[in-house]
Protein backbone atom coordinates (compact mmCIF):
# COMPACT_ATOMS: atom_id res chain seq x y z
CA UNK A 1 0.00 0.00 0.00
CA UNK A 2 1.56 3.35 -0.94
CA UNK A 3 1.51 6.09 1.94
CA UNK A 4 3.77 8.87 0.53
CA UNK A 5 1.24 10.94 -0.48
CA UNK A 6 2.50 13.85 -1.00
CA UNK A 7 0.38 17.20 -1.57
CA UNK A 8 0.24 17.81 -5.40
CA UNK A 9 1.49 21.40 -5.80
CA UNK A 10 -0.97 21.42 -9.20
CA UNK A 11 -3.71 21.14 -6.81
CA UNK A 12 -2.81 23.18 -3.52
CA UNK A 13 -5.21 24.73 -1.76
CA UNK A 14 -4.42 28.73 -1.22
CA UNK A 15 -3.60 27.68 2.53
CA UNK A 16 -1.51 24.84 1.71
CA UNK A 17 0.41 27.01 -1.43
CA UNK A 18 1.15 29.54 1.01
CA UNK A 19 3.06 27.54 3.76
CA UNK A 20 4.93 25.07 0.80
CA UNK A 21 6.26 28.73 -0.25
CA UNK A 22 7.21 29.78 2.90
CA UNK A 23 9.32 26.90 3.72
CA UNK A 24 10.89 27.08 0.11
CA UNK A 25 12.01 30.29 0.31
CA UNK A 26 13.04 29.83 4.16
CA UNK A 27 16.81 28.16 5.55
CA UNK A 28 15.41 25.10 4.31
CA UNK A 29 15.67 25.99 0.59
CA UNK A 30 13.05 23.16 -0.59
CA UNK A 31 9.70 21.16 0.46
CA UNK A 32 11.09 18.21 1.21
CA UNK A 33 11.09 15.09 4.21
CA UNK A 34 7.92 15.17 5.89
CA UNK A 35 6.60 18.34 4.62
CA UNK A 36 5.27 17.38 1.25
CA UNK A 37 2.91 15.39 3.67
CA UNK A 38 2.50 17.85 6.22
CA UNK A 39 0.94 20.19 4.02
CA UNK A 40 -1.95 17.72 3.99
CA UNK A 41 -2.87 19.66 7.11
CA UNK A 42 -1.54 23.29 6.35
CA UNK A 43 -1.80 24.74 9.83
CA UNK A 44 -0.23 22.19 10.96
CA UNK A 45 2.65 22.11 8.47
CA UNK A 46 3.43 25.83 8.93
CA UNK A 47 3.51 24.86 12.75
CA UNK A 48 6.19 22.34 12.78
CA UNK A 49 7.90 24.08 10.23
CA UNK A 50 8.41 27.52 11.85
CA UNK A 51 8.91 25.59 15.32
CA UNK A 52 11.78 23.36 13.06
CA UNK A 53 13.43 25.90 12.09
CA UNK A 54 13.64 27.85 15.29
CA UNK A 55 15.04 24.80 16.89
CA UNK A 56 17.80 23.95 13.82
CA UNK A 57 18.79 27.65 13.32
CA UNK A 58 17.70 29.49 16.36
CA UNK A 59 18.35 27.32 19.44
CA UNK A 60 20.56 27.62 22.16
CA UNK A 61 22.11 24.07 21.81
CA UNK A 62 24.99 24.44 19.48
CA UNK A 63 24.45 22.92 16.37
CA UNK A 64 27.07 19.13 17.11
CA UNK A 65 24.59 18.66 20.33
CA UNK A 66 21.40 19.57 18.58
CA UNK A 67 22.79 16.87 15.68
CA UNK A 68 23.90 14.50 18.46
CA UNK A 69 19.89 14.38 19.76
CA UNK A 70 18.79 14.73 16.35
CA UNK A 71 20.72 11.45 15.13
CA UNK A 72 20.32 9.65 18.00
CA UNK A 73 15.99 10.50 17.75
CA UNK A 74 16.57 9.22 14.40
CA UNK A 75 18.47 5.57 15.26
CA UNK A 76 15.59 5.13 17.75
CA UNK A 77 12.87 5.14 15.32
CA UNK A 78 15.20 3.82 12.86
CA UNK A 79 13.70 6.66 10.65
CA UNK A 80 15.19 6.17 7.46
CA UNK A 81 15.12 9.61 6.06
CA UNK A 82 15.86 11.63 9.16
CA UNK A 83 19.39 9.98 9.05
CA UNK A 84 19.33 10.05 5.61
CA UNK A 85 19.32 14.26 5.74
CA UNK A 86 20.83 14.52 9.28
CA UNK A 87 23.58 12.55 9.25
CA UNK A 88 25.71 14.94 6.86
CA UNK A 89 24.81 17.56 9.02
CA UNK A 90 25.93 16.18 11.91
CA UNK A 91 29.60 15.71 10.25
CA UNK A 92 28.72 19.22 8.91
CA UNK A 93 28.76 20.45 12.78
CA UNK A 94 31.82 18.45 13.77
CA UNK A 95 30.21 15.50 15.04
CA UNK A 96 32.78 12.58 14.01
CA UNK A 97 32.10 9.88 11.29
CA UNK A 98 33.02 7.50 14.92
CA UNK A 99 30.18 9.11 16.47
CA UNK A 100 27.72 8.88 13.77
CA UNK A 101 28.76 5.42 12.77
CA UNK A 102 28.20 4.05 16.24
CA UNK A 103 24.92 5.80 16.51
CA UNK A 104 23.41 4.76 13.59
CA UNK A 105 24.80 0.50 14.92
CA UNK A 106 22.80 1.67 18.01
CA UNK A 107 26.66 1.71 20.20
CA UNK A 108 27.31 3.90 22.97
CA UNK A 109 29.56 6.02 21.14
CA UNK A 110 33.33 6.84 22.61
CA UNK A 111 32.74 10.84 23.08
CA UNK A 112 35.40 12.71 23.13
CA UNK A 113 33.62 16.00 24.12
CA UNK A 114 31.45 15.67 27.79
CA UNK A 115 28.55 17.67 26.06
CA UNK A 116 28.31 15.46 23.04
CA UNK A 117 28.19 12.34 25.45
CA UNK A 118 25.97 14.58 28.00
CA UNK A 119 23.25 15.04 25.16
CA UNK A 120 23.72 11.37 24.11
CA UNK A 121 23.04 10.00 27.27
CA UNK A 122 19.86 12.62 27.71
CA UNK A 123 18.29 11.88 24.55
CA UNK A 124 19.19 8.45 24.27
CA UNK A 125 17.63 7.55 28.19
CA UNK A 126 14.49 10.02 27.30
CA UNK A 127 13.55 8.18 24.09
CA UNK A 128 14.04 4.68 26.07
CA UNK A 129 12.68 5.49 29.65
CA UNK A 130 10.44 8.31 28.60
CA UNK A 131 11.98 10.56 30.94
CA UNK A 132 15.89 10.95 32.90
CA UNK A 133 17.11 10.02 36.29
CA UNK A 134 18.27 13.00 38.32
CA UNK A 135 22.07 12.48 37.93
CA UNK A 136 21.32 13.09 34.38
CA UNK A 137 19.42 15.89 34.01
CA UNK A 138 21.73 17.62 36.48
CA UNK A 139 25.10 16.66 34.08
CA UNK A 140 23.44 17.58 31.16
CA UNK A 141 21.97 20.92 33.06
CA UNK A 142 25.63 22.20 33.94
CA UNK A 143 27.53 21.16 31.35
CA UNK A 144 24.78 22.99 28.96
CA UNK A 145 22.27 25.31 30.85
CA UNK A 146 18.80 25.59 31.20
CA UNK A 147 17.94 26.93 27.79
CA UNK A 148 19.88 24.91 26.10
CA UNK A 149 18.58 21.87 28.04
CA UNK A 150 15.09 23.05 27.17
CA UNK A 151 15.75 23.15 23.46
CA UNK A 152 17.18 19.73 23.96
CA UNK A 153 14.29 18.26 25.29
CA UNK A 154 11.99 19.94 22.27
CA UNK A 155 14.82 18.86 19.66
CA UNK A 156 14.09 15.21 20.78
CA UNK A 157 10.20 15.61 20.81
CA UNK A 158 10.45 17.92 17.64
CA UNK A 159 12.67 15.06 15.76
CA UNK A 160 9.99 12.18 17.01
CA UNK A 161 7.38 14.32 15.97
CA UNK A 162 9.02 14.37 12.30
CA UNK A 163 10.19 10.76 12.71
CA UNK A 164 6.52 9.51 13.25
CA UNK A 165 5.50 11.05 10.64
CA UNK A 166 8.23 9.81 8.27
CA UNK A 167 7.47 6.31 9.16
CA UNK A 168 3.80 6.15 9.24
CA UNK A 169 3.79 7.77 5.71
CA UNK A 170 7.24 5.85 4.34
CA UNK A 171 8.98 8.79 3.02
CA UNK A 172 11.76 7.53 1.27
CA UNK A 173 15.46 8.51 0.83
CA UNK A 174 15.54 10.40 -2.42
CA UNK A 175 18.85 7.77 -3.42
CA UNK A 176 16.99 4.68 -1.94
CA UNK A 177 19.29 4.35 1.19
CA UNK A 178 18.69 2.63 4.18
CA UNK A 179 20.83 3.46 7.60
CA UNK A 180 18.97 0.81 9.54
CA UNK A 181 18.62 -1.72 7.29
CA UNK A 182 15.11 -3.72 7.50
Known amino acids: MTRYLPVDPETMSEAQRAVHDS ?18 SP ?13 RFGSALPGNLREIAVLATARFW ?17 VSEAVVEAIRRGEEPDFADAAEAAVWRFTTMLHRTRSVDDATY ?18 AGYYTLLAMTLNVYRVPTP ?5 FGG
Open 23 to 40: IASGPRGAVFGPFPVLLH
Open 43 to 55: GLADNVQKLGAFL
Open 78 to 94: EAEFEWYAHAPIARDEG
Open 138 to 155: RGTQALLGQEALTDLIAV
Open 175 to 179: DGSRA
